[in-house]
């Protein structure tokens, strides 16, 4: 029942969004004529830095993916799915719905399965850059439900706030994060901050690569979570991109080890505009 809590948030989500439907169809009629440019997917996995940059707008965005971690501390290894479902109705806002509805965890010896926490937010733009000139947006979280599945080393947040950026620079492309979280400990609330930089470059046939440091403190442990992820991605097509690698705590109380591995996929049919 409480893994399906999380799905059932996704699709009460997207019937909010839906009625944008009849009022974006409207406002198309009197736009021009001219075939815009096919949509792309604007991955926000694997990394833990997320684009400052939206999804196309009309278009509903899936990113799934697969974490198995190791020597965190809550936990001796996990092994969870995540979802995260995107949807921009302008080209100034998006919304989100991020869940992770399964995870396989390991305390001590002890092993269950449980959901974590299911959260919705938005993200706003706030300039939109070009080239070397970034885009710089905003967001918000809050969770709506609190899992129990036991926490890695970032911890879980009731509240975030996120100040993004993203550029082009010389043929890299970087996205950086300053966040801000409200974490829990019953009865017990304490303000979380974390910076992440992500740097990456694309590589022949439809390869790329993706390097990230990133910083969060440990309010309730009294230190830092510090890591270094590597990933690579495929672009299938404009549609569907598919990742993998790994993430190096750096420090003692940093989860150890981490492998991913996921996919994100636009959806090719918009739920108003022009269709493909």
Same mark, same amino acid.
């Given at each position: 029942m409480q893994s399906r809590f999380g799905w059932l948030l996704w699709m009460i989500c997207l019937l909010v969004l839906?009625? &944008? =439907?009849?009022? %974006?169809? /409207? %406002? +198309?009629?009197? %736009?021009s004529t001219v075939t815009p440019e096919a949509p792309q997917a604007n991955p926000g996995r694997p990394t833990v830095s997320t684009p400052a940059t939206l999804t196309p707008v009309g278009y509903l965005q899936f990113e799934t993916g697969m974490l198995s971690a190791w020597r965190s501390p809550e936990v001796s290894s996990q092994t969870s799915l995540g979802e995260v479902?995107?949807?921009?109705? +302008? =080209?100034w806002i998006e919304f989100l719905a991020s869940s992770q509805p399964f995870a396989y965890s390991n305390v001590n010896g002890t092993t269950g399965t449980a959901p974590g926490d299911t959260s919705l937010g938005a993200q706003a733009v706030l300039h939109h850059g070009e080239g070397a000139i970034p885009t710089v947006s905003a967001s918000y979280f809050r969770r709506v439900y +609190? @899992? +129990?599945a036991p926490n890695l080393d970032i911890g879980s947040a009731v509240n975030s706030v996120l100040v993004l950026a993203s550029a082009d620079v010389h043929g890299f492309h970087y996205d950086t994060n300053f966040i801000f979280n409200e974490q829990e400990n019953p009865p017990v609330r304490r303000a979380q901050f974390g910076q992440t930089l992500s740097v990456s470059h694309p590589l022949p046939r439809n390869f790329g690569i993706s390097g990230e440091i990133w910083r969060f403190t440990q309010p309730f442990l009294h230190g830092n979570a510090v @890591?270094? &992820?590597w990933a690579i991605n495929y672009n299938v097509n404009r549609d569907l991109v598919f990742d993998g690698g790994f993430d190096h705590g750096l420090t003692s109380t940093s989860t150890h080890w981490?492998?991913? /591995? @996921?996919? /994100?996929? &636009? &959806?090719p049919h918009a739920l108003f505009g022009h269709n493909r």
């Amino acid at each position: 029942m409480q893994s399906r809590f999380g799905w059932l948030l996704w699709m009460i989500c997207l019937l909010v969004l839906y009625p &944008l =439907r009849v009022h %974006a169809q /409207t %406002a +198309s009629q009197s %736009a021009s004529t001219v075939t815009p440019e096919a949509p792309q997917a604007n991955p926000g996995r694997p990394t833990v830095s997320t684009p400052a940059t939206l999804t196309p707008v009309g278009y509903l965005q899936f990113e799934t993916g697969m974490l198995s971690a190791w020597r965190s501390p809550e936990v001796s290894s996990q092994t969870s799915l995540g979802e995260v479902i995107k949807f921009s109705p +302008s =080209r100034w806002i998006e919304f989100l719905a991020s869940s992770q509805p399964f995870a396989y965890s390991n305390v001590n010896g002890t092993t269950g399965t449980a959901p974590g926490d299911t959260s919705l937010g938005a993200q706003a733009v706030l300039h939109h850059g070009e080239g070397a000139i970034p885009t710089v947006s905003a967001s918000y979280f809050r969770r709506v439900y +609190s @899992g +129990s599945a036991p926490n890695l080393d970032i911890g879980s947040a009731v509240n975030s706030v996120l100040v993004l950026a993203s550029a082009d620079v010389h043929g890299f492309h970087y996205d950086t994060n300053f966040i801000f979280n409200e974490q829990e400990n019953p009865p017990v609330r304490r303000a979380q901050f974390g910076q992440t930089l992500s740097v990456s470059h694309p590589l022949p046939r439809n390869f790329g690569i993706s390097g990230e440091i990133w910083r969060f403190t440990q309010p309730f442990l009294h230190g830092n979570a510090v @890591g270094n &992820l590597w990933a690579i991605n495929y672009n299938v097509n404009r549609d569907l991109v598919f990742d993998g690698g790994f993430d190096h705590g750096l420090t003692s109380t940093s989860t150890h080890w981490e492998v991913f /591995t @996921g996919f /994100t996929y &636009l &959806l090719p049919h918009a739920l108003f505009g022009h269709n493909r």
